[in-house]
């Protein structure tokens, strides 16, 4: 962990949650060349590849970035949603991972460990050869696919945004100063992301129950003057899918029950058994869903161009002429003209506003304690005025790297 720390610090938290990412698929991709009985080798192919798992703390670092991200575009605090997905994805995703590769290796004629004497006559553990497809399986299923798989959440992963640490002060300045009820620029698409202050308390309400909609589905509600009905009947397509592939599986599985038995065929009802987990949680997503779209069809419709914001809202704003909002108020669009705007103000402003901008550029600078790599938001007071100085603090510097 300390080394992973100091890349962090030294080349910055994304930089370095690659190349944990990296790391760790290059090193397990060293296991190819472990010979049987080669213990040595073995031990020291394992202890590169540990060194990876002292960075893991950055991939938690990154979910905590992308979940205040969230709440710059939404407004809404859902550290909760992220954190119950971020631990349940791994759990779906292991049950196949360690039950096909075992099944597989078994199809394939794997010979189990038995009882037997050794060269001195006493009772151990001995372990067959195992035939060669066995040993190739192996070297595919716990080396070759990890590594691959590995190298294309790599790719994946370069793809992510927020790649400078000056990127989530401003994410952090945006949520702060959206509480102010002013919008911001998004510094990671440059389109202007409106304060969920200016939302009413229906708005807000009905923002929650659209969001129950993919984006495909909200802008089909959009172009049917907001009625929820007319996405009824992909969601039920949907849930019907679910549940055919539910039932199919639960008669697969005690059809094939004694495929367990089979030395080659036994892998056929662990891979049905899996496809009734996974067919059933996709019935019951879609089933809410539709449970919720059959409701809201019963009642009045969306107005259309609330939906048309909050499709803007959800996909980071969309930019373009809007620079003014319906009541007239300026749409902050970045920091350059925030600066000018906190700095000079213009020239009829009240004394008191004057006043508080003298004293805002005798402010003391906020810096980031060295070699602290997490948002500054993280280390600054909460209350109101206070916040406010911050808040200009952050956007009158650019010496926040």
């Avoid at 497809?133 to 595919?140: C, E, F, N, P």
């Avoid at 495929?259 to 058994?273: A, D, F, K, M, N």
């Avoid at 005025?385 to 650019?398: G, K, P, Q, V």
Wanted: charged share 25%; net charge neutral.
């Amino acid at each position: 962990m300390p080394f992973w720390k100091w890349l962090a610090g030294r080349y910055g938290r994304y930089y370095a949650w690659l190349a944990y990412n990296l790391w760790n698929g290059a090193s397990n991709a060293l296991y190819i060349f472990v010979l049987p009985q080669d213990w040595v080798m073995g031990i020291i192919v394992t202890f590169l590849n540990g060194l990876a798992l002292g960075g893991k703390f950055l991939s938690d670092a990154t979910l905590a970035d992308t979940i205040e991200y969230d709440e710059f575009l939404t407004g809404e605090r859902r550290e909760a949603q992220f954190t119950v997905f971020s631990s349940l994805v791994p759990k779906l995703v292991s049950i196949p991972s360690q039950a096909l590769p075992l099944a597989i290796i078994s199809a394939l004629g794997f010979i189990p460990s038995f009882k037997g004497c050794d060269d001195e006559g006493a009772v151990a553990t001995l372990f067959a050869d195992q035939p060669e497809a066995v040993t190739t399986a192996i070297r595919y299923i716990f080396v070759l696919f990890p590594v691959t798989a590995n190298l294309v959440s790599f790719g994946v992963k370069t793809k992510y945004p927020i790649k400078r640490a000056s990127q989530m002060d401003e994410i952090s300045a945006g949520i702060s100063i959206h509480k102010l009820g002013r919008d911001f620029e998004d510094p990671l698409t440059g389109n202007v992301v409106p304060s969920s202050i200016k939302l009413t308390e229906q708005e807000k309400v009905d923002g929650i129950d659209l969001d129950h909609f993919y984006a495909g589905e909200k802008r089909t509600i959009m172009v049917n003057h907001g009625d929820v009905g007319s996405v009824i009947g992909g969601i039920v397509s949907q849930v019907a899918v679910s549940l055919i592939i539910v039932v199919a599986s639960i008669v697969g599985v005690l059809k094939s029950f004694f495929l367990l038995e089979s030395e080659t065929l036994s892998w056929v009802p662990c891979l049905l058994q899996i496809l009734i987990g996974l067919s059933v949680l996709s019935l019951a997503f879609h089933g809410m869903r539709l449970k919720k779209a059959i409701q809201l069809s019963k009642q009045k419709p969306f107005k259309v161009s609330f939906v048309r914001k909050w499709i803007k809202r959800t996909n980071a704003g969309v930019g373009g002429d809007d620079d003014f909002d319906e009541a007239g108020s300026f749409l902050i669009r970045d920091a350059d003209r925030i600066i000018e705007d906190l700095q000079n103000g213009p020239e009829d402003e009240a004394p008191s506003a004057r006043d508080a901008k003298a004293a805002f550029k005798k402010a003391k600078t906020m810096k980031r304690p060295p070699k602290y790599t997490g948002s500054v938001r993280n280390i600054v007071p909460r209350d109101e005025e206070e916040e406010d100085r911050i808040i200009e603090n952050i956007l009158s510097t650019r010496s926040l790297v």
